[in-house]
């Protein structure tokens, strides 16, 4: 069976409806809504809706929010979803559960855009940072704390599963929506926080794909002489 996974700050808007949808698929045991730092009351509506709901007192970060969910988690396959997109259906969750479930993948990703999709299969470090994610528990455990920081860990994740025998895949997903960072939070705090997650992103894309590839060059050659 497969625990799911909803991180979420100030998301009563759409968490109720996420829910609803996740809670009635057959191979999902439990709902877990990690609110982290909410004031608008996700959950509570996250409870009325069903979930297993834990609660960060204060703002953590979505990595932090992530990790007490798996930690909570009574199956070793999590699926993690965004609690801010709308549109899931049972279909839709069973392409992206059923590559793991199945033994074949470490991890399995859902890509909204096929701008991405088509990117990374370009350039083999661009991100891919959706937040619909299959992945083993045993994968996350193994990640290490310093990269526990707010919107690195879906490119840690990459980065990890990727080192794994069987390697992560993704494929195109439709029908669901995203309701940006500009309309949940104005124009101006929405653009600061998109241009965050990007320099986030950016930072720890170099450190693993750029830095971390001279270094195994390095050692490649070293052990080659």
Request: without cysteine; glycine residues 8%.
């Given at each position: 069976?497969?625990s799911?996974?909803?991180?979420?700050?100030?998301?009563?808007?759409?968490?109720?409806?996420?829910?609803?949808?996740?809670?009635?698929?057959p191979?999902?045991?439990e709902?877990?809504?990690?609110?982290?730092?909410?004031?608008?009351?996700?959950?509570?509506?996250?409870?009325?809706?069903?979930?297993?709901?834990?609660?960060?007192?204060?703002?953590?970060?979505?990595?932090?929010?992530?990790?007490?969910?798996?930690r909570?988690?009574?199956?070793?396959?999590?699926?993690?979803?965004d609690?801010?997109?709308?549109?899931?259906?049972?279909?839709?969750?069973?392409?992206?559960?059923?590559?793991?479930k199945?033994?074949e993948y470490?991890?399995?990703?859902?890509?909204?855009?096929?701008?991405?999709?088509?990117?990374?299969?370009?350039?083999?470090?661009?991100p891919?940072?959706s937040?619909?994610r299959?992945?083993?528990?045993?994968?996350?455990l193994?990640?290490?704390?310093?990269?526990?920081?707010?919107?690195?860990?879906?490119?840690?994740?990459?980065?990890?599963a990727?080192k794994?025998?069987?390697?992560?895949?993704?494929?195109?997903?439709?029908?669901?929506?995203?309701i940006?960072k500009?309309k949940?939070?104005?124009?101006?705090?929405?653009?600061?926080?998109?241009?965050?997650?990007?320099?986030?992103?950016?930072?720890?894309?170099?450190?693993l794909?750029?830095i971390?590839?001279?270094?195994?060059a390095?050692q490649?050659?070293?052990?080659?002489?």
């Amino acid at each position: 069976m497969v625990s799911a996974i909803i991180p979420a700050l100030n998301e009563a808007s759409t968490i109720g409806e996420v829910i609803s949808v996740v809670l009635g698929h057959p191979d999902i045991s439990e709902v877990i809504v990690v609110d982290d730092g909410s004031t608008d009351g996700t959950a509570d509506i996250a409870r009325k809706a069903g979930a297993i709901v834990i609660v960060n007192n204060t703002n953590l970060g979505k990595a932090m929010a992530m990790d007490r969910g798996v930690r909570a988690a009574r199956s070793e396959i999590i699926l993690f979803l965004d609690a801010d997109v709308l549109g899931y259906t049972h279909e839709a969750l069973s392409y992206i559960i059923d590559p793991v479930k199945r033994g074949e993948y470490e991890m399995f990703v859902g890509i909204r855009s096929r701008k991405t999709l088509w990117l990374n299969r370009i350039l083999h470090f661009f991100p891919i940072i959706s937040g619909e994610r299959v992945i083993t528990k045993d994968l996350w455990l193994s990640l290490p704390a310093d990269y526990m920081r707010g919107f690195m860990i879906e490119t840690v994740l990459n980065y990890a599963a990727k080192k794994t025998p069987k390697g992560m895949g993704f494929r195109l997903t439709t029908g669901t929506r995203h309701i940006i960072k500009e309309k949940k939070y104005g124009i101006l705090k929405g653009l600061v926080a998109r241009l965050r997650m990007i320099w986030q992103v950016s930072v720890v894309s170099f450190q693993l794909y750029i830095i971390g590839g001279i270094a195994e060059a390095f050692q490649g050659l070293r052990r080659k002489s």
